[in-house]
């Protein structure tokens, strides 16, 4: 059998990738295609971390934008990736693969607290963590969770899966003239403004030297083709 050309991996989903085309909120059928994806990884033997964002049910940025305080706003997006994190976990483990939710705010009821050891633990033993909560600090966002817990669990790469198939030159939902790009330097996204993760996480991936792979999430077994190795998105590194 061909080998995977990654061994561990860091997933980045955003909430809106559980949305479907609801307005808001988790679309089974979209939560059940992910899961498909994610679990057809662990079954290969993948080691798979996730970082889950929280934007289909809440953003910080929104609620301070109406008038709320921006810490509070920021909490109530963070514990809005929990509530994905805890559908993810039990759309994997309705398939058989063992999960764990790991959080950087404690609800120890619900979830583990993020305790990076336990988390490489749970990685050899084949069990799919998701780091729910982002970083835990208001300010932040789950881009940047992703590229810390990808960086703390030593993934070798990040996968951005996305609605369209890769980094554009322009949104291609407006312009169907988008060019995709296949490759890109982390300098290239920041200097183009390229809205592909947020600075804050593109510059700490830059210093480490992770690599980005961007890619349509919801073409089924795409996923699969890029951790063989195969030319899909777009490649983002120095
Ligand atoms: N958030 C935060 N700190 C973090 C990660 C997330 O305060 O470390 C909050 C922030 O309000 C953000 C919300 O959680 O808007 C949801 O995360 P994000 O916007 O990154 O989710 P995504 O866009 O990936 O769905």
Same mark, same amino acid.
């Given at each position: ?113 993020? !305790?990076?050891?336990?988390?490489? +633990? ?6 799919? %963590? &998701? $780091? @729910?909560?982002?970083? #835990? ?74 690599? !980005?792979?961007?890619?349509?999430? +919801? ?6 083709? %890029? &951790? $063989? @190795?195969?030319?899909? #998105? ?5």
């Amino acid at each position: 059998m061909e080998k995977p050309k990654f061994q561990r991996v860091l997933i980045k989903l955003s909430g809106e990738a559980l949305q479907g085309n609801q307005g808001y909120g988790i679309c089974p059928d979209t939560l059940d295609l992910v899961a498909d994806q994610i679990c057809e990884l662990s079954e290969l033997g993948i080691e798979v971390g996730i970082v889950i964002g929280g934007g289909n049910i809440f953003r910080g940025v929104a609620g301070s934008t109406a008038g709320m305080d921006r810490t509070s706003a920021d909490y109530m997006g963070m514990l809005a990736t929990v509530i994905n994190g805890l559908a993810l976990q039990d759309a994997f483990e309705s398939r058989g693969v063992p999960t764990r939710v790991q959080t950087a705010l404690e609800i120890k009821e619900v979830a583990e607290p993020y !305790i990076r050891r336990r988390a490489m +633990r749970h990685l050899e033993k084949g069990r799919v %963590v &998701i $780091f @729910g909560a982002g970083t #835990g600090n208001p300010y932040f966002t789950t881009d940047t969770a992703a590229a810390l817990r990808a960086m703390e669990i030593r993934a070798s790469v990040i996968l951005k899966g996305t609605k369209v198939d890769g980094v554009y030159d322009s949104d291609p939902v407006e312009n169907p003239e988008a060019t995709m790009f296949d490759r890109l330097t982390y300098l290239d996204v920041l200097s183009k403004n390229l809205r592909v993760m947020d600075s804050t996480a593109i510059s700490l991936c830059m210093d480490n030297k992770l690599p !980005i792979i961007v890619f349509n999430l +919801r073409k089924r077994g795409n996923m699969k083709a %890029v &951790i $063989f @190795g195969e030319d899909i #998105g777009t490649l983002i590194v120095d």
